[in-house]
T-cell receptor
């Protein structure tokens, strides 16, 4: 089944403790992206990647890192999480960039205390 | 950068009536405008999209219109059904980059 998977689905952590949210797609898509969703603010793009070793900032990249070492994986790294990074995070992939259908994962609910 | 505004934030419609959600964008060079539907507890799913060289697109009960001069685009849902209840997001892709900017969402409730 074609899908985007994220792990973990739920995470509660403390301020400053490094964490990684994994994202994997099995559709051989070139483009992958991370978004955060907050009430009243909609979806905001954090980082995106057009291909292996090619990443670029979205609209809210501060406090986040990404890497794209393999085509199928695009992990999101929070090196020193803060409470304002408490949010619902979505990974997405598409076959040809932001101008094509984005296939979203199920989301990761992160709480930073 | 691109800025997308979406209205209304909530919309209640009687079953069988039509629903319209509107978005405006700031970058006149933006060239791709998708609409996503998000059901409770799930990731968003594309329902329809339109490119800047087209003024209108339909898919059964759903249609999207684009007015490039005014920099706005709208989602039209006709003959609404209970399963149309969800949060809807518009988005715009800027020209020359691979960013996708979303609106703030509209919670649509269909009243049986």
């Amino acid at each position: 089944e074609a899908q985007v998977t994220q792990n973990p689905r739920y995470l509660i952590t403390v301020t400053g403790k490094k964490l990684t949210v994994t994202c994997s797609q099995n559709m051989n898509h070139e483009y992958m992206s991370w978004y955060r969703q907050d009430p009243g603010l909609g979806l905001r793009q954090i980082y995106y990647s057009m291909n292996v070793e090619v990443t670029d900032k979205g609209d809210v990249p501060e406090g986040y890192k990404v890497s794209r070492k393999e085509k199928r994986n695009f992990p999101l790294i929070l090196e020193s999480p803060s409470p304002n990074q408490t949010s619902l995070y979505f990974c997405a992939s598409s076959p040809g960039g932001a101008g094509y259908e984005q296939y979203f994962g199920p989301g990761t609910r992160l709480t930073v205390t | 950068g691109e800025n997308v505004e979406q209205h209304p934030s909530t919309l209640s419609v009687q079953e069988g009536d039509s629903a319209v959600i509107k978005c405006t964008y700031s970058d006149s060079a933006s060239n791709y405008f998708p609409w996503y539907k998000q059901e409770l507890g799930k990731g968003p799913q594309l329902i329809i999209d339109i490119r800047s060289n087209v003024g209108e697109k339909k898919d059964q009960r759903i249609a999207v219109t684009l007015n490039k001069t005014a920099k706005h685009f709208s989602l039209h849902i006709t003959e609404t059904q209970p399963e149309d209840s969800a949060v809807y997001f518009c988005a715009a892709k800027g020209f020359g980059n691979e960013k996708l900017t979303f609106g703030t969402g509209t919670r649509l409730t269909i009243i049986p």
